[in-house]
């Protein structure tokens, strides 16, 4: 077992949720409430992951992430090291890929709430800040939920993107999906085969708490 | 009369579309306006425009002198600045709440060591002790819309506005809402604005009607006024009044105070209504109520009152009533809509086919400008012309 490769995909997994959640469901909201221009094309972009092969992604995201890219290289200028191979690069990676997994869930979510229950919460003299913390987060936690879990999930199991972007820099980059592979190549079924156990665990756990949670969740409105 | 000079809301709002509006109303402190008008006539959106949740292009709200909006000078408070109690059509509760916590979330300016007792109180107030911990999921119908408007009363609220309120419950518990708005009405002293397209609701809970068409106020004034003294053919269509005629005005009498005006029956004696002129083209109409059948068994004293003979072209049972409609001898196209109770139509032996005769009271006929088009989406029949 490669702990340091599951201590770093809990890591990054962690800090996709943590920085992809509140960035997603302000995203969300816009999608879920308002009509403007281009919205499909958002919606289509933010879906394009889930179709892309990772490799595709990767290589993208490895070229605008090189130093020859203006986001890469202002980075590099910015922090002293290359965006590539690094873990706040695999986190941009993960943001990215995660996209899918995180906004649609919210977005339906949010969506499911009437419009008048907002304008009834606004009526009431709530201040915007208060209706989305007493009204649209209890609402829409069952979406948040399934959006964290998915993400978390997806994460820990992302190879692809993660291969092109960050490689297999122990402590750095390789993530256990990663090392998996590695074992597979050096013929060390032994550790493959506690890994894979270990990711299939997790991710079944995740999709298991998301659906209880979700349940829980709307079964309570209804008390 | 306007919000300045006294107490109450008044409102002017203009704007020429998504949503087309031209509406200019007030509702005194204590009184319940009644919005009336067909689907797409603007109702929601005036509420709307009052509560802040939308922006009208121009126009301005004030409501006991406080100035909510005034597109002129920049005021446009938001909702949370407006105090307004407002009860939505399928009441937007909020459904991880308890009644008494949806009750409370309204309570924004009680400190909140008070919330609890001040929302139980309201909550005893619309009958529903007991059952303050009971999620909206829960409730009945009834029991919704009363925590709907506990919690629009929560706010303490200058003025409350009731959007369809009772459209979304039985005809039993609908009657028992009704009650207890009036009973309402009595303790709390603001202007309530009740949009509903039931117009016997209407009539039955306002003081004032307001008859919207395509966002305009074309009449506002009390509902028996409305309803006998529409100022045009449209009005007198949404408010359901049916027979809405053509005519042409032939002389005006001082003794006995009578106005003559001809349609294609022939003529007709109406109340004196000096401002038409001889000459003129006018639309009138008669409410059923002025609708007087001649016995078959016996004649009566009215019968020498405008008569008017024909066949009955239809005829249809609505449980102890009869509604009737009259093809005027001669002339297939003048329609006159009748309603009288079973018993009288039995008597009566009123039935398709049968040769029946009216009289038009005078007294109830009124005399209206006549207008080149009359608009079908009003859902009623064209007048017949003469």
Redesign the interface.
């Known amino acids: 077992m490669d702990w340091q490769a599951l201590s770093l995909s809990l890591k990054l997994s962690t800090w996709t949720v943590i920085v992809l959640l509140p960035a997603g469901l302000l995203l969300a909201r816009e999608l879920a409430w308002r009509r403007f221009r281009g919205k499909n094309l958002i919606e289509a972009t933010l879906s394009l992951p889930l179709v892309l092969p990772p490799t595709v992604l990767g290589y993208y995201l490895l070229v605008a992430m090189g130093g020859n890219a203006p986001v890469g290289r202002w980075y590099q200028q910015w922090s002293g090291h290359p965006l590539v191979f690094s873990f706040e690069g695999l986190l941009i990676a993960s943001l990215i890929f995660n996209m899918p997994f995180a906004v649609p869930p919210m977005q339906r979510a949010l969506e499911t709430i009437?419009k008048?229950?907002r304008?009834?919460?606004?009526?009431?003299?709530?201040?915007p800040w208060r209706i989305f913390r007493?009204?649209e987060l209890?609402?829409a936690w069952n979406g948040i939920l399934t959006a964290a879990v998915l993400t978390f999930a997806h994460t820990l199991g992302e190879f692809g993107v993660v291969l092109m972007v960050g490689g297999s820099i122990p402590g750095e980059t390789r993530t256990i999906a990663i090392a998996i592979y590695d074992r597979v190549q050096a013929f060390d079924r032994d550790a493959a085969n506690s890994m894979a156990a270990l990711l299939l665990a997790l991710s079944f756990v995740a999709i298991v708490v998301a659906q209880l949670g979700g349940g829980y969740l709307s079964r309570?409105?209804?008390? | 009369m306007t919000g300045e000079q006294r107490s109450g809301l008044s409102l002017q709002l203009q704007q020429a579309g998504p949503i087309p509006l031209a509406a200019k109303l007030d509702c005194a402190a204590g009184e319940i306006l009644a919005l009336v008008g067909p689907s797409g006539s603007g109702k929601s959106s005036i509420l709307r425009c009052i509560a802040g949740l939308l922006r009208p292009q121009s126009g301005s709200v004030r409501c006991n002198g406080e100035i909510w909006l005034d597109t002129v000078n920049g005021v446009d408070l938001p909702p949370r600045r407006r105090r307004v109690g407002m009860v939505f059509q399928n009441y937007a509760l909020f459904p991880h709440m308890s009644a008494v916590e949806n009750v409370m979330s309204a309570m924004t300016d009680v400190p909140p060591e008070q919330r609890l007792d001040q929302a139980r109180v309201l909550l005893r107030r619309v009958h529903l002790d007991g059952l303050e911990d009971r999620r909206p999921a829960l409730l009945s119908g009834g029991q919704q819309q009363r925590v709907a408007v506990a919690r629009a009363l929560a706010r303490d609220p200058m003025a409350l506005l009731l959007d369809e309120p009772f459209s979304a419950v039985d005809q039993v518990t609908r009657r028992k809402l009704h009650r207890e708005l009036a009973d309402l009405r009595r303790q709390w002293h603001m202007p309530v604005i009740l949009v509903t397209h039931d117009l016997n609701e209407a009539a039955m809970l306002a003081d004032r009607l307001c008859i919207l068409h395509r966002g305009a106020t074309l009449q506002s004034g009390p509902p028996q006024e409305v309803k006998s003294r529409p100022r045009n053919a449209l009005v007198a269509r949404l408010v359901d009044l049916q027979n809405v005629f053509e005519g042409v005005v032939r002389e005006q009498r001082e003794s006995p105070p009578l106005t003559l005006i001809e349609w294609p029956a022939g003529r007709l004696e109406v109340r004196r209504q000096p401002e038409f002129a001889a000459g003129t083209r006018v639309h009138w109409v008669v409410p059923p109520d002025n609708i007087i059948l001649h016995r078959r068994d016996r004649p009566s004293r009215g019968e020498r009152e405008n008569p008017v003979a024909g066949v009955v072209a239809e005829c249809l049972t609505l449980g102890e009533q009869i509604s009737a409609v009259m093809h005027v001898a001669g002339r297939a196209d003048l329609r006159l809509h009748l309603t009288m109770p079973a018993h009288v139509a039995r008597r009566n032996r009123i039935g398709e086919g049968e040769p029946i005769c009216v009289s038009l009271l005078a007294e109830g006929i009124h005399l209206m400008p006549w207008q080149p088009q009359t608009p079908k989406d009003a859902g009623a029949e064209e007048p017949a012309g003469i």
């Open positions: 009437p008048e229950m304008e009834a919460a606004a009526v009431c003299g709530l201040s007493l009204v209890p609402l309570r409105h209804d008390r």
